[in-house]
């Protein structure tokens, strides 16, 4: 099973791209990598998710290298909305059992 | 509509009592999925379900049980609660993995 790293915290300023970069050095050639937002007394949700090379939608974008031992969650221009616990994780085609999420990484978007 | 709810949202109870957490979604999922938030925000799996196998995290003491009635339920049971249980327990669903989760709004079980 793929264990994810992921920075335990980072601060930003409102207006700036922010990047945020999991680890994942045991990833498996059917993992996939996902990334969800999480604000204080609710539910994570889901922002996005990738195979490979450079994944695009209208909140985030997701850049995983070659190797796929890691993954960037860019989050361009970030708002004071934008604080919240960000999870990287590590899921298997077809195997629900292959569920890993990190410790997340704790964004603090200042004014 | 509320995709996947969650009752009750707060539970507080004590030591040694059995208690259950209600899970429903509305998605047309085939799996669903419980996990355990604790104070330092972890977020681990304990179980994922569905139409085919369950699937238990062998670190989940077996005092813990998912009982789903139909494909749209996972309710999670627990008998002789514990103080090390007190934690935001969060329902998900979604297809066969991959494929994007999504999380009830938690339950945050307290016990004294």
């Known amino acids: 099973l793929a264990k994810t790293t992921q920075p335990v915290s980072m601060d930003s300023y409102e207006g700036q791209e922010v990047n945020i970069t999991c680890s994942h050095n045991n990833i498996a050639t059917n993992d996939y990598i996902t990334w969800y937002q999480q604000f204080p007394s609710q539910g994570p949700r889901f922002i996005i998710q990738g195979y490979k090379t450079k994944v695009t939608n209208e909140v985030a974008s997701l850049f995983i290298p070659a190797d796929r031992k890691s993954s960037t969650l860019s989050l361009p221009r970030v708002s004071l909305s934008d604080t919240a616990v960000y999870y990287c994780l590590v899921a298997r085609a077809g195997s629900q059992g292959n569920l890993i999420f990190g410790k997340g990484t704790k964004l603090s978007v200042k004014p | 509509d509320t995709a996947v709810s969650q009752t009750p949202k707060y539970l507080v109870t004590q030591m040694g009592n059995d208690k259950s957490i209600k899970c429903e979604q509305n998605l047309g999922h085939d799996t669903m999925y419980w996990y355990k938030q604790d104070s330092k925000k972890f977020l681990k799996i304990m179980f994922s379900?569905?139409?085919?196998?369950?699937?238990i995290n062998e670190t989940v003491p077996n005092r813990f049980s998912p009982k789903s009635p139909d494909k749209a339920h996972l309710n999670l049971h627990i008998n002789s609660l514990e103080l090390g249980d007190s934690a935001v327990y969060f329902c998900?669903?979604?297809?066969?993995?991959?494929?994007?989760?999504?999380f009830g709004p938690g339950t945050r079980l307290t016990v004294t």
């Open positions: 998900a669903s979604s297809q066969e993995p991959p494929y994007e989760q999504y």
């Open positions: 379900y569905n139409n085919k196998e369950l699937i």
